[in-house]
Nanobody, 123 residues
Framework: QVQLVESGGGLVQAGGSLRLSCVVSGRFFSNNVMGWLRQAPGKEREFVAAIRWSEGITDYSDSVKGRFTISRDNAKNTVYLQMNNLKPEDTAVYYC????????????????WGQGTQITVSS
């Protein structure tokens, strides 16, 4: 079983930055894909970013490309989401996610989920 525990959410003004962390524990294999999804009130769940754990290959949604950076620390079993130039439309609950398939992460159907952390961006 794999457990994902997020931290780092909060309230920030537009143009500000935040960094989310997700600690991965349990039976986690290096060929897994880790990612971040988000869901705003009244909206569908949305893919944000993903990273292939072993190769470090990254993928981003168009809405965050150039502003957000996903990375991982193998030694700490942690995946990060650095969010810069935040906009009010980035307000959502952010979920850490993991799966063996990048497609399942991208389509919002990963096997493993974190508990979610709220990001609120004020204008």
């Amino acid at each position: 079983q794999v457990q994902l525990v997020e931290s780092g959410g909060g309230l920030v003004q537009a143009g500000g930055s935040l960094r989310l962390s997700c600690v991965v524990s349990g039976r986690f294999f290096s060929n897994n894909v880790m990612g971040w999804l988000r869901q705003a009130p009244g909206k569908e769940r949305e893919f944000v970013a993903a990273i292939r754990w072993s190769e470090g290959i990254t993928d981003y949604s168009d809405s965050v490309k150039g502003r957000f950076t996903i990375s991982r620390d193998n030694a700490k079993n942690t995946v990060y989401l650095q969010m810069n130039n935040l906009k009010p439309e980035d307000t959502a609950v952010y979920y850490c996610a993991g799966d063996g398939s990048v497609q399942r992460v991208r389509t919002g159907a990963p096997r493993y989920w974190g508990q979610g952390t709220q990001i609120t961006v004020s204008s």
